[in-house]
């Protein structure tokens, strides 16, 4: 098997992000679930942004922001999803190729416009999530070739792709693909709503073996096989898949991989300003981690690292120099092998 | 004549702004001078761009900054600029509308898209700025209702508005319409290049009377009347115009008013992350305190309270309170009039 030339190829929504300060008052005014993401159509989404404050637009995609995140950990990232030929499309992809992510997926025409994500952030840096799928939901299965899907270490997949029919064919592809090419597959399992939409495909997915690394968060994991707690929900997942990864917000993260359990906690953060990102940015630190050779323990550490510059700031990629803070917070680490 | 329904219509280019942090070097390889704004065409925008980083969009433009303050004070504001009926001009619409801002000028077709200002914010929070004018140089004349402007208690005009000749001749009604319906007419010098470009027609704007209150930094001032101080050059100026103000940076600001000097320092700020829009709030702040028939004096600190907020943080326009800023910082001031 050739070295892989890519540490990790993602693929997912292509979706530019309007962030918006909202209040309480608007979330229940809307009956929007805090902290989740919700599909619309054009006209909600419209409606939508008729009643929300100014916004600051910024590229995003829960994978595509996981992408960025192993880029600036100085990891070689890949991304594949369908935007359009409009502005919020060269926006997209201006911003991914500028953090030196490969992306090469052929733009589709203007009829459907690129997707946008109305992120409502409240004062307590939560963001409750609309959007609007566009031009991402068409990315055709043509868009994936497998000898591109070979060249990559790591194939990360995220479970909100699996809504839309085309794509979903097309991740399908993706796993055959990564599997021929002996290549492990990673998936996120994206959102509870999500986990509710597709529960028997992710857990067929993981039961054939196709998953190699499971990112879920405390709820998804618990949502995935309907448990009543955290504890029961890893006891019921850990067993189907080679590498379990459950992040918890401020409790930290956890691991289990071949029944020997990691934990990590969270870095400490000065001031919690928006949570976008946060579980993407763990999942890019840890897939750079792994690209690595990095034990677990340390694989957690990285994510744990990475999420924290996240939510120190609005928006969904990072600011900071993300391969400095982990070469300072790692510091007397072993070395990667 | 009537009581006015506005404070303030501005008119201005309509430009969404894509922020993106970048170094030194890079001025100096495009050979940018700092704190700079120069006009270029859709094919050298379209090159910076691919040279520049990850971007953040937001709306701007000068004076469309100047009427989102205004109205963030508690002033009742207007816009008058033309976007596309594209991607980037539903975004411009939308946040000024959103901040409370009138804004009912009718999109131009999608054939010559909505402007754009590259802002290349360095480390020393300095922007530096690359603007493709787009559908903005074509706001017609017919764009101006007379009717509207005389509404208004103050008309505010952008010089940067002078270059392309159709908002030429547009600003030229407008300030005939003000005239004629005895309201006062405000005008920001905008930048030096402009300056340069334009002395001629904007020192004959002023000595023949139509603009009642004149702004300019330091570097404007002098190079209207090619003064080599700035005394010399507020000496030169001030008795053409009822109302200077000129602003200096940390230096504070002055005015002078029918022979009379008031000056103001500045706000102190815990950190400044970016230069962008601290003009066009200082004109915010003292045309709102202006409407509020407040003395020179009290306007020149609501200027430099309103500035000092946006230039602590990324963007050109306010974040937080500005009604409660000021009612906090003037605390104990005479009520207004």
Chains 1, 2 share one sequence.
């Not at 399908?172 to 599997?179: H, L, Q, V, W």
Request: proline residues 6%.
């Amino acid at each position: 098997m050739p070295e892989p030339s890519l540490d990790v190829l993602a693929i997912g929504n292509a979706i530019v992000d309007v962030l918006s300060p909202a209040d309480d008052a608007l979330l229940e005014t809307e009956g929007l679930a805090k902290g989740s993401m919700r599909l619309v159509d054009a006209e909600e989404a419209t409606r939508l942004y008729g009643r929300m404050g100014p916004g600051r637009e910024a590229s995003g995609g829960s994978a595509a922001n996981t992408a960025a995140g192993v880029a600036a950990l100085g990891g070689r990232a890949g991304f594949v999803g369908q935007v359009a030929d409009d502005q919020l499309g060269e926006v997209f992809a201006h911003d991914i190729r500028a953090l030196g992510v490969a992306f090469d997926t052929p733009f589709a025409g203007p009829e459907v416009p690129t997707a946008r994500c109305l992120v409502l952030v409240t004062p307590d840096a939560q963001r409750t999530m609309s959007t609007f799928l566009g031009a991402a939901q068409h990315l055709p299965a043509s868009a994936i070739d497998p000898e591109r899907i070979g060249q990559a270490g790591i194939l990360y997949l995220e479970g909100y792709l699996w809504d839309p029919a085309a794509p979903r064919a097309a991740m399908r592809n993706a796993i055959g693909a990564a599997r021929t090419a002996g290549r492990r597959v990673a998936f996120s399992l994206s959102d509870t709503f999500c986990v509710e939409r597709h529960r028997g495909d992710f857990l067929g997915l993981i039961e054939r073996g196709e998953v190699d690394v499971l990112f879920a968060n405390e709820a998804e994991a618990k949502s995935l096989v309907q448990a009543e707690d955290l504890e029961s929900a890893v006891l019921a997942i850990a067993p189907k898949v080679p590498l379990l990864v459950v992040t918890r917000g401020e409790a930290g993260a956890l691991a289990v991989e071949g029944g020997i359990r990691h934990e990590a906690p969270a870095e400490p953060v000065v001031e919690v300003v928006d949570t976008t990102g946060a579980g993407d940015l763990f999942a890019a630190g840890f897939l750079a981690g792994l690209a690595q050779g990095r034990p677990v323990a340390q694989c957690l550490r990285m994510g744990a690292i990475a999420a924290a510059e996240v939510i120190s700031h609005y928006g969904a990629r990072p600011e900071a120099d993300l391969r400095a803070l982990v070469a300072e917070q790692l510091e007397g680490a072993a070395p990667a092998a």
